[in-house]
């Protein structure tokens, strides 16, 4: 069974190689970084303004976090919404929401509300 992060890194190549299919260009916005202790060497990743992703079209800049699985939309949305409240961005950046059901050769895209404007 794969763990919860090879699961999420899954989702989220689904939603960069849809992107790219779409003729985006595509940004990974996760840091990956190793963290030295005493006890040893642990990976930690962290998202950038709460995305998974950005990708570019003529419009502008669109911010992406991912998200999978059998969950309702509602609880998915809320999650998303929570990380992008955090930051601050520009009036206009799109915020979506993608999110990959079992078996779905597409994601349900959707747009998250900008509470904190620059």
């Known amino acids: 069974m794969p763990s919860n992060s090879a699961r999420g890194a899954r989702y989220k190549k689904r939603s960069k ?4 299919k779409h003729g985006h260009p595509v ?3 996760e840091l990956v970084r190793v963290v030295h202790t005493d ?7 962290r998202d950038q ?3 998974d992703l950005q990708y ?3 419009a502008g800049v669109t911010f992406l976090q991912v998200k999978g699985g059998g969950k309702p939309t509602k609880e998915l949305l809320r999650q998303a919404q929570k990380e992008f409240d955090e930051h ?3 009036a206009n950046v ?12 597409a994601p349900e895209i959707i747009e ?3 509470t904190n404007v620059l």
């Not at 006890?39 to 990743?45: A, C, L, R, V, Y």
């Not at 799109?94 to 050769?105: F, K, Q, S, T």
């Open 27 to 29: 940004l990974d916005l």
């Open 94 to 105: 799109r915020l979506e929401l993608h999110v990959w059901r079992p078996g779905a050769r």
């Open 49 to 51: 303004m709460g995305s």
């Open 112 to 114: 998250c509300h900008k």
């Open 56 to 58: 570019l079209t003529r």
């Open 88 to 90: 601050a961005f520009p």
């Open 17 to 20: 190689d849809w992107c790219k």
């Open 39 to 45: 006890e040893g060497m642990f990976p930690t990743k």
